[in-house]
């Protein structure tokens, strides 16, 4: 994963472990002072979302634990690789995007984030500026042309 996407799910870790996790016990410790636990919808609630917190730390641990961090200011180079922002065009539709080449956890097509592992980018790796890539695409397969290789 690159730096930023490592710094991002660092600072998730951070929230849930400084904010979230003790409202949540804020809130247990408030539904129980409600009386019967057993038809308490704001306990069975505070109690879920206790669940999800502890499972999404365990799973954020995990990730950063094994996590390998790659310097894209060090990388370069006339080829796509992960690290890589392209601006492709659309030969079929005219748009062109530019896309960055991230780990699966920092993906956020929105942002223009795709991972390494999406169709597209298995396509483009190891190809050139001017260099044309199909994709398969769900509704049929799609051309773009690699208009530019940027390193940020």
């Given at each position: ?25 804020q ?25 999800f917190i502890e ?7 995990d990730?950063?634990a ?7 200011s060090?990388?370069?180079g ?10 492709v065009l659309d ?18 097509v929105?942002a ?9 980018a298995?396509?483009m790796i190891?190809?050139e500026?001017?260099?044309v ?20």
């Amino acid at each position: 994963m690159t730096a930023e996407g490592h710094a991002a799910l660092d600072a998730e870790l951070k929230r849930l472990k400084t904010v979230e996790r003790p409202s949540v016990i804020q809130a247990i410790s408030e539904a129980r002072q409600h009386g019967d636990l057993s038809e308490n919808a704001e306990y069975h609630a505070a109690k879920e979302r206790q669940s999800f917190i502890e499972g999404r730390l365990l799973e954020l641990e995990d990730k950063l634990a094994r996590a390998q961090v790659i310097d894209i200011s060090r990388l370069g180079g006339n080829t796509v690789k992960f690290g890589a922002t392209v601006s492709v065009l659309d030969e079929d539709s005219g748009d062109k995007a530019n896309y960055k080449i991230v780990g699966e956890d920092e993906a956020d097509v929105r942002a223009g984030k795709i991972s390494i592992s999406s169709p597209i980018a298995r396509a483009m790796i190891g190809k050139e500026v001017g260099d044309v890539v199909e994709v398969a695409a769900p509704g049929g397969a799609k051309s773009y042309e690699i208009l530019k290789i940027k390193w940020k």
